[in-house]
């Protein structure tokens, strides 16, 4: 009986903050507070049953001699509001590309990475049909999020592969990025919670 009793405490334990990271968010352009709000919440919904728990900062607002346990950096690319005016022909790209990325040198994932707004928002606005202007706003919040918290799980577990399902697989459909519903596979979870993966 103190052996399984030892072991539901454990499992009632597994959320405990195991890291703690500053995620400073570099915007271009004008962004939506709404959206912001909505970006910090699904972050922490995402991260924290890996353990990690997330201190979202916009850089204009940094105090002046910050201090981090631990950094990822994000150029917030383009307008990161759903009001944004609609790009011009010439600042639209008809390949398609990626919504987000993490930077690498001499094969080692840095933390550093790029969202790319206007992507992002053009992927999702077929499916936000709510013609309320601050829902929506939610809804690309919690998109910036899921795409950010993948390229966290890169970041993190300096892991350079994708997964075969949840969030860290390698694409995304635009009803998967507004609906809050996707899970860290447990090996990501675990790769999260240890700083790493496993050696292979």
Same mark, same amino acid.
């Given at each position: ?17 195991? #890291? ?54 994000? $150029? ?42 206007? #992507?992002? #928002? ?27 918290? $993948?390229?966290?799980? $890169? ?37 999260? #919670? ?7």
């Amino acid at each position: 009986m103190r052996l399984v009793a030892l072991m539901v405490f454990c499992v009632g334990v597994t959320n405990a903050v195991a #890291r703690t990271v500053t995620v400073l968010v570099d915007f271009e352009k004008p962004h939506s507070a709404v959206s912001m709000t909505a970006l910090r919440q699904e972050l922490t919904d995402l991260l924290g049953p890996a353990g990690v728990a997330v201190d979202l900062m916009v850089k204009s607002e940094m105090p002046s001699s910050p201090e981090f346990s631990e950094l990822a950096v994000f $150029h917030m690319k383009g307008s990161c509001s759903m009001n944004a005016k609609p790009a011009t022909a010439s600042e639209l790209s008809d390949e398609p590309g990626p919504l987000a990325m993490a930077y690498s040198s001499d094969g080692q994932i840095l933390h550093f990475g790029a969202v790319e707004c206007d #992507r992002v #928002r053009r992927c999702v606005q077929h499916v936000l049909l709510s013609r309320d202007l601050v829902k929506d706003q939610a809804a690309f919040g919690v998109a910036l999020g899921v795409v950010m918290a $993948h390229e966290l799980y $890169h970041m993190m577990a300096g892991a350079k592969a994708h997964t075969k399902n949840g969030l860290t697989k390698e694409s995304l459909s635009p009803r998967e990025l507004v609906d809050g519903r996707l899970a860290l596979p447990g090996a990501v979870r675990e790769a999260l #919670r240890r700083g790493g993966l496993p050696p292979s």
